[in-house]
């Protein structure tokens, strides 16, 4: 059962912040990945390349925790712990292009060729919130 993100998780998720994304390789032992991150408003948002290690870890187990913080206070953020609702290609590479804007402030990212980019929709179980400084 999802919890919702709070209006100020929302608006957090909305700024320039890093997620730093934990998920459970075959052996169970965890792997960590720094990843770009955005919410929907219900669910929240990464994207991948198709065949990455981290891919690979949440279509076979869908358990993740993710830790999020701007870089210039990490002390401040947002800890989860959620499911993988669903991995789907960024078909219009829409989700890429958003990132590249909101993180390099270029509206085209380059993707490389042959890759397939992912949506990863990420359901919370769980949100700590450490917004207020």
Known sequence: MGVTLSPEAQAFL??????HVATLMKDGSPQVTPVWV???????LLNSAEGRQK???????????????PPE???????????????????????INSFSLKYRGT?????????TRMVI?????????????
């Not at 690979?56 to 358990?63: I, S, W």
């Open 73 to 95: 206070d990490p002390h401040r953020g947002i800890v989860v712990r959620g499911v993988v609702k669903d991995i789907t290609p960024d078909t219009d590479q829409a989700l």
């Open 121 to 133: 929709r990420i359901e919370p179980t769980r949100i700590i919130e450490r917004l207020k400084r």
């Open 14 to 19: 909305h700024e320039k912040v890093y997620a």
């Open 38 to 44: 955005d919410t929907d408003g219900e669910y929240i």
């Open 55 to 69: 891919v690979l870890n949440m279509q076979r187990d869908a358990r993740v925790a993710l830790s999020i913080a």
């Open 107 to 115: 509206p085209v990212y380059n993707v490389r060729e042959g890759e």
